[in-house]
């Protein structure tokens, strides 16, 4: 199998254009094995960051109806989509915006349609996005559009190390009211189904995160606790889950709970991440789980102060890409 994926640079003027030209180069791509990298980009744009970087880049036009072929090194398959504008590293122009969720948007149709194996994001910028008037909350929330899903979920991993969340991007003062019974259940579903089937996890055990300090401390410090998770959790192992808590995430986050956990479920972003971002920045994968189609992104943003100048991290991307690579043979087998 060459498994085929498709590569979405995201935001023109940021960095990701850079680690397109980074990720043909010399193989850069950290995986060893044969695999067909197919950008859906400007090809111009492409060879613009090329050319700043002093690397060699060929662009190979994509065809969808021949055979998968391994990408040689030095080059990048390119489904051709056009910028309105040309791009200024470090410089949003909204004019722009509607030419990333297209090239999003049709990624996500080729998973759809099969002629992808797996789909792999670069940053995007949601700020510019929603000025040129359009709505956008994330690459997550336009995927589960697209497929037609009612819920998919959010998961960050590095090394051994699994978080996924139950809110996303949230003020903090919405969390509270947003962790539904129905939410949680929902997302613990599709977490324990993904681990399951994408990550052949025989028997998942998921460690669940208290949304209060100390999980509440009996209902002194909030009742969510009592009143929603428990519930929820106690529901869920009656179908047979391997859940562990609801426990206080700085109880969680330690080895020797994590050493009896496949993945930890934290009650909103800044609970979980944190300590995901510390284990593995510049090479920690984000994975939207509940699709019916791979889909894995780099854990990083647009860096626009230091697009165009050579330094991005390839890092990320390269795990990114790796992981979609694996998830795409193991659905294979």
Same mark, same amino acid.
């Given at each position: 199998m060459i498994p085929r994926i498709a590569f979405t640079p995201g935001e023109p003027a940021g960095i990701g254009p850079e680690l397109a030209v980074r990720l043909a180069s010399s193989r850069a791509n950290g995986h060893r094995g044969p695999v067909q990298i197919v950008a859906l980009s400007d090809p111009d744009l492409l060879a613009e960051a090329a050319e700043r970087m002093s690397l060699p880049l060929k662009l190979i036009p994509f065809d969808p109806?021949?055979?998968?072929?391994?990408?040689?090194?030095?080059?990048?398959y390119v489904q051709p989509i056009t910028l309105a504008e040309p791009a200024t590293p470090g410089r949003l122009n909204p004019a722009n915006a509607p030419y990333v969720v @297209? %090239? $999003?948007? *049709?990624?996500?149709?080729?998973?759809?349609?099969?002629?992808?194996? +797996?789909?792999?994001?670069?940053?995007?910028?949601?700020?510019?996005?929603?000025?040129?008037?359009?709505?956008?909350?994330?690459?997550?929330?336009?995927f589960a559009e697209v497929a037609g899903v009612e819920r998919v979920v959010m998961m960050l991993a590095a090394e051994e190390l699994r978080v996924a969340l139950v809110t996303?991007?949230?003020?903090?003062?919405?969390?509270?009211?947003?962790?539904t019974s129905e939410r949680l259940e929902q997302t613990i579903l599709v977490l324990h189904r993904s681990l399951r089937d994408q990550f052949r996890l025989s028997e998942p055990r998921i460690g669940v995160c208290g949304l209060n300090p100390h999980a509440g401390e009996g209902g002194h410090l909030g009742r969510e606790e009592i009143e929603v998770i428990e519930p929820a959790l106690d529901k869920l192992r009656a179908?047979?889950?391997?859940?562990?808590?609801?426990?206080?995430? @700085? %109880? $969680?986050? *330690?080895?020797p709970q994590l050493a009896r956990c496949d993945?930890?479920? +934290?009650?909103?972003?800044?609970?979980?991440?944190?300590?995901?971002?510390?284990?593995?920045?510049?090479?920690?994968?984000?994975?939207?789980?509940?699709?019916p189609f791979i889909r894995t992104s780099v854990d990083h943003g647009t860096a626009l102060n230091i697009a165009g100048q050579n330094e991005a991290d390839c890092g990320s991307l390269r795990a990114a890409l790796a992981q979609a690579v694996q998830l795409a043979e193991l659905r294979a087998l």
């Open positions: 109806d021949s055979a998968p072929a391994d990408t040689p090194d030095g080059s990048l @297209d %090239t $999003l948007r *049709t990624a996500a149709r080729g998973c759809l349609q099969r002629r992808f194996d +797996a789909l792999v994001t670069g940053p995007v910028h949601k700020g510019v996005i929603n000025e040129a008037g359009i709505p956008f909350s994330g690459h997550t929330e336009l996303t991007h949230l003020p903090l003062k919405d969390v509270s009211a947003a962790i179908l047979g889950l391997h859940l562990l808590g609801p426990l206080p995430a @700085d %109880t $969680l986050f *330690t080895p993945a930890v479920l +934290a009650m909103y972003h800044d609970q979980g991440l944190p300590v995901l971002k510390f284990k593995g920045f510049g090479h920690a994968v984000n994975i939207t789980l509940g699709l």
